[in-house]
């Protein structure tokens, strides 16, 4: 507790003395920006004239002292009310031909003119249709050039990047970087002086303003607010949301969602609090302005990566964390959430107050190598705790098995790897003086954690309240299934869908978050890889090694995407569906080899491959199909043959030649079957194509339970037949329909012979249904003192219902 308040204390007193925000977080505007920004696009757009001005006024070549977002942003600007001014002329020129239509054509030379009135309207709407003409066509050619010229600031504020990128300065762990540094420092001080004494003239005046009592009131106030304000605000939203909510997952990841918000919240009120305190004195400078919101958004970064790590260690509620860390795993990385926010926070504020002041060269170079060496090692730090293992857990008690940590899930492990190469980098680069590439580095690795971290708690959000509010275990969805008699399982299949498309949207939303320090979009993303020099040229086909990391980035994020949704049918969606299991098996099947089609022409699209300069591998292919791949081919249309007509299904009990027994699993090259010892045969798919193939279980068939029966001559034929009917009828497995029978098949040498036949639901089970009646019939002869006559024989055959027809051959089918 007194950590947090101290931390607090310090956020906000840091905030006050000038530090600007973080550069992640300046997409987001204030309030009031937004609000401003919805006014100004309500507003009418200016003229042609006016915005040719402004467009022009933007350089095209870009300085290096010139901001290419800031150019960016107003040519999109331009763009966009050229564009709305050119909607508003075609509506207005619109109107006016509907007008000149109601006035009707001018008459041609020969015939009656119009009266004077009509032609002076005509002119006059002529001549207005020719300037709102002139002004549309204008309006178009000035969204044009814009779009142009902010293609090509685009394309240069990449290349400056990239030139930064690669650019090299001394070395920090050379002479010549301190000897420079300190010639920088009697002039950096000098201008931080500057902004120093308009920070403490703007306080001062508050302070001999007849208001220093509300001034010294806000202050306090804004210190309370910050902090106190989070830890009533989480007590408050623990005693409030748990009662409210359902007793399901719910609870833990909307309590974490509605303490992120509130805190955030709590400390954007405070510092704005703070900064109308200082207001109170009069107007505040223009950098005091900007001060203001960048401080304010600085404030609500830090207090969003901290609460975001509060709540997804919990280390005070065990249950209710949704990483797989133990205890004191959690324990031990409880103080990094709060390091890498301060950090990185302050490190971008230090950043944007040598942009402010207009620091050194040299400056900017310490605040970079030096913030982002510090961002490693807390990195570092941190991943070393999270790699350390329970040894110092207390031994189980004797005779129980001893718990090991939670499994850690694939994706967490690959950012944990990508946060280590991330370090590694970030400290060789600073150590050969490549400090703008560290910087990014840093700035990226710990922005990429925070987008990580925030989708997947988004991801936990989506699915609790999909559940919660389409399942049907859900109350919502329990009300849904009363009022409306929807089945159970079409509302667990609606929660299943919508929670995959809002995942969907959250994975796509994630892309664009981890590409924002970059400064730039998805577009130019994929665009980038054409920029670079081409170094291998093979006839006309040119090999870049940007291609080939497309390429392989395509593949190897494709085959994981198809893997993904693979899994999630199999496991999540069809278990709500009543798809038998044999369907399920091809769908998941036949998706992964289209899906595998399709990443491969991507893939290859990538590095400028196309389908037709593939032409003559296929050509090549065909001749060796011709001869060495008849069989692969030939099991290959097999295989899909059996996938999609599905006379064979997994599951089914099939007789192929001396091969008998359960299918298991259908491929596009051959089929396994699973033999009665346990045993698995692999059979080539054209061999169920190709010869007779006896499905023992298609269409749902019956079995059938056949016994012959002898008895002596004799015998009391109708009691005997009785007592036989009577043991068929009296087992559960028998089917009343059809309805056993029992019929005399004959007379030879003095035995009668009893015919007695049975169904039952499938064939698996007649084995077992006819030892059991066999038995029962056994035990009421020998109760009724009637006996058989050697030999006795019985045979089980499969069967059809009676009332349904016999469906052809396999072979006729294919």
Not at 390 to 415: H, K, S
Request: net charge neutral; aromatic share 6%; glycine share 8%.
């Amino acid at each position: 507790m007194q950590i947090r308040l101290f931390l607090s204390s310090l956020l906000l007193a840091c905030a006050l003395a000038g530090l600007p925000q973080a550069r992640a977080a300046q997409a987001a505007p204030p309030a009031a920006q937004a609000t401003a920004a919805k006014a100004d696009s309500e507003a009418p757009p200016p003229d042609v004239d006016e915005l040719r001005r402004q467009l022009d006024a933007i350089p095209a070549q870009l300085g290096e002292d010139d901001d290419g977002r800031k150019l960016v942003a107003r040519v999109n600007a331009i763009g966009t009310a050229a564009e709305r001014l050119a909607a508003l002329r075609a509506a207005d020129l619109a109107d006016v031909d509907l007008r000149l239509e109601g006035l009707g054509p001018a008459p041609d030379k020969g015939k009656p003119v119009d009266a004077p009135d009509v032609v002076e309207q005509r002119t006059a709407l002529a001549k207005q249709r020719a300037a709102i003409d002139s002004e549309l066509k204008l309006a178009r050619l000035i969204a044009v050039d814009a779009e142009q010229r902010a293609t090509d600031l685009i394309r240069q504020r990449r290349a400056q990047f990239q030139a930064a990128l690669t650019s090299r300065t001394d070395s920090p762990l050379s002479a010549s970087f301190w000897r420079n540094l300190q010639a920088a420092v009697p002039g950096d001080r000098a201008r931080l002086q500057v902004l120093w004494q308009d920070l403490r003239g703007a306080a001062t005046a508050a302070l001999d303003s007849p208001r220093r009592g509300a001034f010294a009131g806000s202050l306090l106030l804004a210190l309370l607010l910050a902090v106190a304000g989070p830890w009533v605000a989480e007590r408050l939203l623990v005693r409030v949301l748990p009662p409210r909510l359902p007793a399901a997952r719910l609870r833990r990841s909307l309590l974490a969602a509605a303490a992120i918000v509130a805190n955030m919240l709590l400390i954007g009120a405070a510092l704005q609090m703070a900064w109308g305190a200082l207001r109170l004195g009069g107007t505040l400078s223009e950098p005091l302005q900007a001060l203001q919101q960048a401080s304010v958004r600085t404030a609500a970064y830090a207090a969003f990566v901290i609460t975001l790590g509060h709540m997804l260690l919990a280390r005070r509620r065990s249950s209710w964390r949704p990483l797989p860390l133990s205890d004191a795993q959690a324990e031990r990385l409880a103080p990094f959430p709060w390091w890498i926010a301060l950090l990185s926070a302050a490190g971008a504020l230090v950043a944007d107050v040598n942009a402010l002041v207009g620091a050194s060269l040299a400056s900017e170079a310490l605040t970079l190598a030096f913030f982002a060496l510090l961002l490693a090692a807390a990195v570092a730090t941190a991943l070393r705790h999270v790699r350390t293992r329970e040894a110092d857990a207390p031994p189980p008690q004797e005779g129980a098995p001893r718990e090991g940590p939670p499994a850690r899930p694939l994706w967490l492990g690959l950012v944990l790897a990508c946060a280590g190469v991330a370090v590694v980098a970030i400290v060789l680069a600073v150590a050969f003086g490549f400090i703008a590439l560290a910087g990014l580095v840093a700035r990226q690795m710990v922005w990429s954690g925070v987008v990580f971290a925030t989708v997947y708690l988004l991801c936990m959000l989506v699915d609790d309240l999909s559940e919660a509010l389409l399942s049907s275990k859900g109350s919502l969805g329990t009300h849904v299934h009363t009022a409306l008699g929807l089945d159970a399982r079409l509302l667990d299949q609606a929660a299943v869908l919508a929670s995959g498309v809002l995942r969907l949207l959250l994975f796509f939303y994630m892309a664009i978050a981890l590409m924002a320090p970059l400064g730039t979009g998805p577009d130019e993303v994929f665009r980038r890889g054409s920029t670079v020099d081409h170094s291998l040229k093979i006839g006309e086909f040119t090999l870049a090694p940007t291609a080939l990391l497309t390429a392989l980035a395509v593949a190897c994020a494709g085959f994981a995407a198809i893997r993904v949704v693979q899994h999630w049918l199999s496991d999540r969606y069809f278990p709500q569906t009543a798809l038998e299991p044999g369907m399920r098996s091809s769908i998941v099947t036949l998706l992964g080899y289209v899906g595998g089609v399709v990443v491969i022409a991507v893939a290859l699209a990538g590095l400028g491959i196309s389908v037709e300069r593939i032409a003559w591998v296929a050509s090549a292919l065909s001749v060796g199909i011709g001869f060495g791949l008849q069989a692969i081919v030939q099991n290959f249309i097999s295989g899909l043959i059996l996938l999609a007509e599905r006379p064979v299904k997994v599951g089914d009990w099939v007789v192929l030649g001396d091969t008998e027994g359960d299918v298991r699993r259908v491929n596009v090259r051959a089929t396994e079957i699973q033999l009665g010892d346990r045993s698995t045969v692999i059979v080539p798919n054209s061999e169920f194509i190709t010869k007779t193939v006896r499905n023992m279980t298609l269409g749902g068939a019956q079995g059938r339970v056949l016994l012959r029966l002898p008895a002596p001559l004799d015998t009391d034929a109708r009691r005997m037949r009785a007592l036989i009917l009577q043991a068929f009828e009296a087992h559960e497995g028998i089917l009343e329909t059809p309805a056993p029978s029992v019929t005399l098949e004959g007379i030879q040498n003095g035995t009668l012979t009893f015919l007695a036949i049975g169904y039952v639901g499938s064939p698996r089970s007649a084995g077992g249904v006819k030892s059991d009646v066999l038995f029962a019939i056994l035990d009421a002869l020998r109760e009724a003192g009637l006996a058989l006559s050697p030999p006795a024989t019985t045979s089980v055959a499969q069967a059809q219902r009676e009332s349904a027809q016999e469906p052809p051959p396999l072979s006729e089918k294919l």
